[in-house]
């Protein structure tokens, strides 16, 4: 079992072991697969969903409050739990009520599939920077869960860099800032490339997770440092613990 807590901020959030349960999809065409690392869905693990709200409420009351209207999830290497932080904290946004988009910014590894899994497999993100004159619409799965959309990375891409380096990523973000009250993006490892110091410039903020005997206290300094100096603002960072 993983758990977090916060370094900053009081945030806390845990994750657990791989379950699942189907849901149809809003088209009738899709279904979801849901892992139980989603732990805000069960009241099996009510103390981790406890802790997933309490990262909730900071959002909410420092950081949507002031009109702010999206945040990128990053870390500084692999395995620290960005996807879990991203996802989680976007279904429990959701479940108060915030119309929240949810996108899979890892165009290396994406990971966001294995928590909310479609069947068939999705297209996304990579389809949506590849292609010309079709509207962000047609790659976001509306309402997988109430007050919740996604778009998926829709594969993994040799050309991530050059694609979120391009004016459509831009764009995308201005228009999802705008259509949703809330927008999450989770970012591949920091070390693997300049792809999750784009993607956050772009967005504005960042939220920045490690985690204990895996990440650096240097490491979260030096991604904390970069992510300034490229634009970002750091609204605080999560601590996950094996």
Excluded: W
Excluded at 24 to 31: D, I, L, S
Excluded at 189 to 218: C, E, F, K, Q, W
């Amino acid at each position: 079992m993983n758990t977090a807590k916060a370094i900053s901020d009081g945030v806390n959030a845990v994750a657990g072991d791989d379950a699942a349960a189907s849901i149809p999809g809003v088209a009738g065409t899709t279904r979801y697969e849901l892992s139980s690392d989603l732990v805000t869905l069960s009241t099996a693990r009510a103390a981790e969903a406890e802790a997933i709200r309490t990262v909730r409420t900071h959002v909410v009351a420092r950081h949507l409050e002031d009109g702010r209207r999206g945040v990128a999830v990053c870390g500084p290497t692999a395995g620290v739990g960005c996807s879990f932080t991203a996802a989680n904290l976007a279904v429990s946004l959701s479940q108060v009520g915030v119309g929240t988009l949810l996108i899979d910014g890892d165009l290396r590894a994406p990971q966001l599939d294995r928590l909310i899994r479609p069947d068939p497999p999705a297209q996304g993100l990579r389809q949506y920077l590849a292609t010309e004159g079709r509207p962000p619409s047609d790659f976001i799965h509306a309402d997988v869960l109430p007050n919740l959309s996604v778009m998926f990375a829709g594969g993994a891409d040799p050309n991530a860099q050059e694609l979120l380096g391009g004016e459509g990523f831009k764009r995308l973000i201005e228009s999802c800032l705008r259509d949703y009250e809330f927008t999450i993006i989770d970012t591949p490892p920091a070390n693997r490339g300049a792809d999750a110091l784009r993607i956050s410039a772009i967005i504005g903020y960042a939220l920045v997770v490690a985690r204990t005997n895996v990440t650096m206290i240097s490491e979260v300094a030096s991604l904390a440092d970069s992510l300034q100096e490229d634009g970002a603002r750091v609204v605080g960072a999560v601590l996950n613990e094996a």
